[in-house]
Each structure stands twice: as C-alpha cells, then as structure tokens.
C-alpha cells in the first residue's frame, strides 16, 4: 500500500473527528467577522455581477434594435432608389420613343 493511500484513511477520520464547542468558540472570535465579511463581499460581488450581466444583456437588446432599425431603413432606401431609377428608365425609353417617331406633317 502506498503512502498516500495509508494517510488517506487518517485524514478521512479526523475530518469525521466531533468538533469541540470550545475550538468552535475560538473560531468563531478568531475568524467569525473576517467570515462574516468576506461572505457579505462576495453576495455584494455576486450582486454586481448580477446587475452588469442584466445592463449589458439590455444593451446587447438596444444594439440588436438599433441595427434590426438601420437593416430596415437600409432595405426601405435601396427599394426607393431601385423605384427611381426604373422611374428614370422609363422616362427615358419614353423620351427615346418621342424623338423616334416621325415629325407630323402638315
């Protein structure tokens, strides 16, 4: 048997080992505060990070309606622009068609 595997059991029994109330006393005036406000820094920590997750998620919506907008607008212009030039087409073959046809007599 190795030696971890002999000191394994060993650990596992003082682990398992009854906890004296006086030893608990000591820490608690020892470390109890320090505790205390450590775990009161990590909920204000968690509670940051839990507001900066929720305001970048809104931002990340604002942008995605923003750019949903911009997409929008873009298809509305290129729609118009391609209206216009068919328009200017048109108009053209019309003016084309006008000089092509025969001067009327009199």
Known sequence: MSRAEQEEPKASQKAEAPVDPTM??????LFGQTQRANEQ???????????????????????????????????????????AIGAAIAEVGAHVRKLAEPVARK
């Open 41 to 83: 820094r990590d909920k204000e920590l968690n509670a940051t990070i839990d507001a900066l997750r929720r305001e970048m998620l809104e931002r990340f919506a604002a942008m995605e309606a923003r750019m949903d907008e911009a997409a929008h607008e873009t298809a509305q212009r290129h729609a118009a622009s391609v209206d």
């Open 24 to 29: 608990e006393q000591v820490r608690e005036l």
